[in-house]
């Protein structure tokens, strides 16, 4: 039980993570995207849910937050 919680949060970490580090030199939306396909891949290798289902949640967070944050201005 505790594994497949811990499975299931670590990409949803691991992309918040990467998104609240400054930036090296990247424009803050290209930052962005990068947490969220690092967050994706992460969620490949572990597979707390079907490959097919994590990449449409991928691609679903990308297009919720594409008008809050995602572009640049």
């Given at each position: 039980?505790?594994?497949?919680?811990?499975?299931?949060?670590?990409?949803?970490?691991?992309a918040i993570a990467i998104a609240l580090v400054p930036a090296p030199g990247l424009?803050?939306?290209?930052?962005?995207?990068?947490?969220?396909?690092?967050?994706?891949?992460v969620g490949l290798m572990l597979e707390p849910l079907p490959g097919g289902a994590i990449g449409l949640i991928g691609v679903t967070v990308v297009?919720?937050?594409?008008?809050?944050a995602l572009f640049s201005p």
């Open positions: 039980m505790l594994a497949s919680v811990l499975k299931a949060a670590a990409p949803v970490f691991l424009p803050k939306y290209t930052w962005y995207f990068f947490a969220i396909f690092a967050g994706v891949i297009t919720v937050m594409s008008p809050l």
